[in-house]
């Protein structure tokens, strides 16, 4: 059980274009899910959080007309990088969590790397 | 403000070997603590996790951790190294439940390398 999805599994994408990137629980409704980018050989750098049908909470420095998170249902979230440049490449991981549980559900991660 | 501190990027072992790879927590609130494992190119796996019971957790693969409050410690441990153990561990601590959702803090990870 716990089981999160992510797709694609990697892309690569043109600089100036947009990408988007889909988290999904399969077996469960995750209330929260988190978004975590990646950098090699480093740690999960938080990026934001979203609940499902509100906004996203960002953290600082994470600009957020760049990194539009969406969270339209129990079971689904995207992240949308919009403009990319070579910089945004990087790891994207996402989590789910459920209401009132501590631990965190990750998804199998997507890389991105933008030409 | 919760923190998370694991002492050796690398730690590397022969197979068979014990395996031992520290956490130390900072928390202000009861800790909750969790191992994961990343394989390359693959996101987290939860390994155990620690809510405040028994203060020897067991998790999957054969790996324990013990809380030990007066240390401030959750060191992660497996009595003999596999090869297929190789991958990146993170500690993490939970931040606590705020805005109705629960963050983890993670440490900045060790790799861990088994040789023959």
């Known amino acids: 059980g716990a089981v999160v999805s992510q797709h694609p599994s990697w892309v690569i994408c043109k600089s100036g274009t947009s990408v988007k990137i889909e988290c999904r629980s399969l077996d469960f409704q995750a209330t929260t899910m988190f978004w975590y980018r990646q950098f090699p050989k480093q740690s999960l750098m938080l990026m934001a959080t979203?609940?499902?049908?509100?906004?996203?909470?960002?953290e600082q420095g994470v600009e957020k007309d760049k990194f539009l998170i969406n969270h339209a249902s129990l079971t689904l979230s995207t992240l949308t990088v919009t403009s990319a440049h070579p910089e945004d490449s990087s790891f994207y991981i996402c989590s789910a969590t459920v209401a009132g549980r501590r631990e965190q559900y990750f998804g199998p991660g997507t890389r991105l790397t933008v030409t | 403000a919760q923190s998370v501190t694991q002492l050796g990027s690398h730690v590397s072992v022969s197979e068979g070997a014990l395996v031992l790879l520290r956490c130390n927590y900072s928390s202000s609130v009861p800790p909750y603590l969790f191992w994961y494992v990343q394989y390359p190119n693959q996101g987290l796996q939860l390994l155990l996790k620690y809510t405040s019971a028994a203060t020897l957790v067991k998790g999957i693969n054969g790996f324990e951790a013990e809380f030990k409050k007066s240390e401030t410690s959750f060191h992660l441990t497996k009595p003999s190294a596999h090869m297929s153990d190789a991958a990146e561990y993170f500690c993490a601590v939970s931040e606590g439940f705020s805005g109705g959702y629960n963050k983890l803090i993670f440490g900045a990870g060790t790799r861990l390398a088994v040789h023959p």
């Open positions: 979203s609940n499902e049908g509100s906004k996203a909470t960002y």
